[in-house]
């Protein structure tokens, strides 16, 4: 992987074992890839860390054996053990394995140094206190410009037109009236997910500072063109108001690590049934807000056009707008592949069974439009 190499080859600091699996060994404890391959080889020479608890899960259930859990995970090269609770445990335990020359001094000397020397290339002893100076341009108007292009050029369209009619997107401006609807139009914490301001992220619009969907929406369309609002709309409403589009905004309810953990990979409800109330009656974009792909071959016959938005964050509203609208183009592209059924999963791009609903490096182009 490429971009793993060069990165080293920069002089990365640090690097996290991951809690997974190779062949059947656990990363904690795989010496032949965390000293032989990334150490020696690749002549990494910063400091590994653990993940949280990643040393206990090394047996399962963990901490089932954790005197062989603390050899395994510093004899495989793990030099600093992150250890969020019963810390003493661990270090009686590593203190008597070296005692005991189960783990050798030549080890420990071997994490000391490589973390003494990431703190000293950083200069953290003859300046350990953070410098301020720069605080005040977190979330400076350049910072959320630039927040905005990421979105923006990070969106993937799916879908423009049904079979045999024109492109939906870009939308016009002006217009009499336009409908946006669901849960995730009007949601700033749907739009940033988990590990943000909390661990599995937050709900509303109160505990950070951005713009979502809807309030691009209402900023970006011509001043006479009504903007309407309803999270679940009922389809006689939608038939019966006259609307000239939709944009509907669904997907996933934040998570983060476990917690993420699904069998069926489904938008959160009510976001199905928006999907059909709306368009099965006007003509709608549907925008995807989801940490990954999810289930949306079963309405996709009634969209018109589809964007998957991803995770974009504070500015995920206007980098929205900006290519909904036209005043930028689509250009993004899949960075894995978006399945039909959670039935295919693993799906990969080589696989005999491979037959994507959009294949790996999709992405539907347009060119941007400044008059709407």
């Not at 630039?146 to 401006?173: D, F, I, M």
């Not at 679940?232 to 983060?256: H, I, L, Q, R």
């Not at 005043?327 to 039909?340: N, V």
């Amino acid at each position: 992987m490429p971009a793993y190499f060069d990165s080293i080859k920069k002089g990365v600091a640090t690097v996290m074992v991951s809690y997974s699996s190779w062949n059947g060994k656990k990363m904690h404890a795989n010496h032949d890839l965390v000293t032989g391959f990334l150490k020696n080889k690749l002549k990494f020479r910063g400091f590994v860390i653990s993940d949280w608890q990643g040393i206990d899960r090394i047996t399962n259930p963990p901490h089932m054996n954790y005197s062989y859990s603390v050899q395994a995970g510093i004899l495989a090269g793990i030099d600093m053990i992150m250890v969020p609770e019963n810390f003493g445990e661990f270090i009686d335990e590593l203190k008597l394995q070296v005692k005991n020359n189960v783990v050798p001094m030549s080890r420990i000397d071997d994490a000391v140094r490589r973390i003494l020397r990431v703190k000293f290339v950083m200069g953290l002893f003859e300046n350990p206190i953070a410098d301020l100076s720069l605080s005040d341009k977190l979330g400076s108007q350049e910072h959320r410009e630039l927040a905005r292009e990421a979105a923006r050029k990070s969106l993937v369209l799916l879908k423009n037109g049904k079979h045999g009619s024109k492109p939906l997107l870009p939308l016009p401006k002006k217009t009499s009236k336009i409908l946006v609807a669901g849960s995730h139009a009007d949601n700033l914490g749907y739009q940033c997910g988990g590990w943000t301001i909390e661990w599995q992220g937050v709900q509303g619009n109160d505990l950070t500072a951005g713009t979502t969907i809807l309030g691009a929406i209402k900023k970006t369309v011509d001043p006479t063109t009504q903007v309407v609002y309803m999270e679940n709309p009922d389809a006689n409403f939608v038939k019966t108001s006259k609307f000239s589009y939709a944009v509907v905004v669904v997907g996933e309810v934040p998570y983060a690590e476990m917690f993420g953990d699904s069998s069926n990979l489904t938008i959160s409800e009510p976001g199905p049934t928006v999907i059909s109330n709306v368009c099965g009656s006007i003509k709608c974009v549907v925008v995807v807000v989801s940490g990954r792909p999810v289930v949306i071959e079963p309405y996709l016959s009634q969209i018109d056009a589809l964007v998957a938005a991803w995770l974009p964050g504070s500015e995920g509203g206007p980098g929205v707008a900006d290519a909904l609208f036209g005043d930028h183009g689509f250009t993004g592209k899949l960075a894995r592949t978006w399945f039909k059924s959670v039935d295919q999963l693993p799906m990969n791009v080589g696989d005999s069974h491979y037959d994507p609903l959009f294949p790996f490096g999709f992405g539907l182009v347009t060119e941007p439009r400044k008059e709407n």
